[in-house]
């Protein structure tokens, strides 16, 4: 019954910026790790960016310096500030996260159905 929903996809010209939103819903006990990963079309999905539940964060090296993921506990949700887009960040992203439901015995980890990121001139 939980669910993570992406937003705030869409085209960007190089050098602009995006924030992605990834709201999680459903009978939440609590959550963890929080994440966002992405695929491109050919190539397999990769990891860009973590944060804990004690908002510590980690980054892939080819998005350091130019994105920032933060998290809102209140909301259950996720965000990613994308800036300095460059055409190799267009790809399908999609938000992960480890929760713990009321319904399930322990910590799961669910995926989003993912959010497109066109960045092009």
């Known amino acids: 019954q939980v669910q993570l929903v992406e937003s705030g996809g869409g085209l960007v010209q190089p050098g602009g910026s995006l924030r992605l939103s990834c709201a999680a819903s459903g009978s939440i006990v609590s959550i963890n790790a929080m994440g966002w990963y992405r695929q491109a079309p050919g190539t397999q999905r990769e990891f860009v960016a973590l944060?804990?539940?004690?908002?510590?964060?980690v980054y892939a090296d080819s998005v350091k310096g130019r994105f920032t993921i933060s998290r809102d506990n209140d909301k259950n949700t996720v965000y990613l500030q994308m800036n300095s887009l460059k055409h190799e960040d267009t790809a399908v992203y999609y938000c992960?996260?480890?929760?713990?439901?009321?319904?399930?015995?322990?910590?799961?980890?669910?995926w989003g159905q993912g959010t497109q990121v066109t960045v092009s001139s």
């Open positions: 944060i804990t539940s004690s908002t510590n964060t």
């Open positions: 992960n996260a480890d929760i713990r439901s009321s319904s399930a015995p322990r910590t799961y980890n669910y």
